[in-house]
T-cell receptor, first 110, second 116 residues
Framework: SQQGEEDPQALSIQEGENATMNCSYK?????LQWYRQNSGRGLVHLIL?????REKHSGRLRVTLDTSKKSSSLLITASRAADTASYFC??????????FGAGTILRVKS | ETGVTQTPRHLVMGMTNKKSLKCEQH?????MYWYKQSAKKPLELMFV???????ENNSVPSRFSPECPNSSHLFLHLHTLQPEDSALYLC???????????????FGAGSRLTVL
């Protein structure tokens, strides 16, 4: 069953603007991860936030986690054309696998 | 390159053909995965291998047959596929959880399969 669901499905912004993507999930988690996928390529791990953390930063990325609402958000600040990609959240409940959502397609226009 | 190599990158096959996808990881990881990615759908986990033993089969049709001869190599054997099996097949690997407790995947670039 699908665990993570991203919102919005697609997002188009101008270079320099911030991009926010949201992820909701259904069951308890060990951690939540965000991945990026350029067109037709594999996914690349961006950042991981543990269930006991509320916010985490990595460069221009900021991730928040609200376990009471079972939701997470990924903020990309000062976006660049090279940030154009699909972004996926994945939930890890400590078992054998990660469960991915359908992704948010981000387009950054220069 | 991520350290996970998939071949071929593109494959076109008829419904009666038999072909194989190959995945090799150079990261010393002990777990390997096959995922299927279809347009506008979430990634679907197909199979998981830990220390070359299959630990997950996500109700995948028998026309997909995985093989993991060692911790570095993973194959997906394909036979009598259907057009709806056309998709991007992604291989991934990970290290055992260990002290960090997290399972982070490293993906290959994928094999784009088209079934005619």
């Amino acid at each position: 069953s699908q665990q993570g669901e991203e919102d919005p499905q697609a997002l188009s912004i101008q270079e320099g603007e911030n991009a926010t993507m949201n992820c909701s999930y259904k069951t308890s988690i060990n951690n939540l991860q965000w991945y990026r996928q350029n067109s037709g390529r594999g996914l690349v791990h961006l950042i991981l936030i543990r269930s006991n953390e509320r916010e985490k930063h990595s460069g221009r990325l900021r991730v928040t986690l609200d376990t009471s609402k079972k939701s997470s958000s990924l903020l990309i600040t000062a976006s660049r054309a090279a940030d154009t990609a699909s972004y996926f959240c994945a939930t890890d409940n400590g078992g054998n696998k990660l469960v991915f959502g359908a992704g948010t397609i981000l387009r950054v226009k220069s | 390159e991520t350290g996970v190599t998939q071949t071929p990158r593109h494959l076109v096959m008829g419904m009666t053909n038999k072909k194989s996808l190959k995945c090799e990881q150079h990261l010393g990881h002990n777990a390997m995965y096959w995922y299927k990615q279809s347009a506008k759908k979430p990634l679907e986990l197909m199979f998981v291998y830990n220390f070359k033993e299959q630990t997950e089969n996500n109700s995948v049709p028998s026309r997909f047959s995985p093989e993991c001869p060692n911790s570095s190599h993973l194959f997906l054997h394909l036979h009598t596929l259907q057009p709806e099996d056309s998709a991007l097949y992604l291989c991934a690997s990970s290290q055992e959880r260990g002290f960090s407790g997290a399972n982070v995947l490293t993906f290959g670039a994928g094999s784009r399969l088209t079934v005619l």
